[in-house]
């Protein structure tokens, strides 16, 4: 397509319940990343993706956390029995090339209630 | 490790004002890159320009411009001019040499409101 598209936009949830947030990148981009805002934050990197490369998982903030990317395209983002300190905006952003301007997607605003 | 300070929290500007943005980064690497994104309210990050480490050339694109001094570690963006379409958060960013996963660290990001 033609930008990094993400999927829901909005997501309301209760405490304990697992979500999947999807990106689908921009074809053709190697490198897919996501990153997490929340309210009033700035961006915190979560998971890095890199071709047929092992993720860099160092940003996830513990194990409920995972993250998965099929056929070197669209990744999910899990989050297992969610916390509401989990409520925040989670972007994705693709790039065809590590020094390139990373496309960012609109992004999944996560409420856990 | 990389670090990005934007210290300035909010902004606000009466249209037409010039108004700088600060950015300031530390880094051990002597291969990196310097970003400014911008977040409108509508909430997707634009991208608005790259600089590498290798390059200190002042650069202008209409009303903006970008002054990048590394004897003082600072990436400062002023738009010139503002507009009420200038409203929005920035943020400035730094990618690493390649080899650690070129993720882009954050700034905490400037909101600059620009008023009619």
């Known amino acids: 397509g033609a930008g990094v598209s993400q999927s829901p936009s909005n997501k309301v949830t209760e405490k304990g319940k697992d979500v999947e947030l999807r990106c689908d990148p921009i074809?053709?981009?190697?490198?897919l990343y996501w990153y997490r805002q929340s309210l009033g934050q700035g961006l915190e990197f979560l998971i890095y993706?890199?071709?047929?490369?092992?993720?860099?998982k160092s940003g996830l903030p513990s194990d409920r956390f995972s993250a998965e990317r099929t056929g070197g395209s669209v990744s999910t983002l899990t989050i297992q029995r969610t916390q509401q300190e989990d409520s925040a905006v989670y972007l994705c952003?693709?790039?065809?090339?590590?020094?390139?301007?990373?496309?960012f997607g609109s992004g999944t605003r996560l409420t856990v209630v | 490790a990389q670090k990005v300070t934007q210290a300035q929290t909010e902004i606000s500007v009466v249209e037409k004002e010039d108004v700088t943005l600060d950015c300031v980064y530390e880094?051990?690497?002597?291969?990196?890159?310097l970003f400014w994104y911008k977040q409108p309210p509508s909430g997707e990050l634009v991208f608005l320009i790259r600089?590498?480490?290798?390059?200190?050339q002042n650069e202008i694109s209409g009303r903006y411009s970008w002054n990048f001094q590394k004897s003082t570690s600072s990436f400062n963006f002023t738009i010139t001019a503002s507009q009420v379409v200038d409203s929005a958060v920035y943020f400035c960013?730094?990618?690493?040499?390649?080899?650690?996963?070129?993720?882009?660290?954050f700034g905490e990001g400037t909101q600059l409101t620009v008023n009619p």
């Open positions: 952003a693709s790039t065809r090339q590590w020094d390139y301007g990373y496309t």
């Open positions: 993706f890199q071709g047929n490369s092992a993720p860099d």
């Open positions: 960013a730094l990618s690493e040499d390649e080899t650690s996963g070129s993720r882009l660290t």
């Open positions: 600089r590498n480490s290798f390059d200190e």
């Open positions: 074809s053709g981009h190697t490198a």
């Open positions: 880094t051990r690497d002597t291969t990196y890159y």
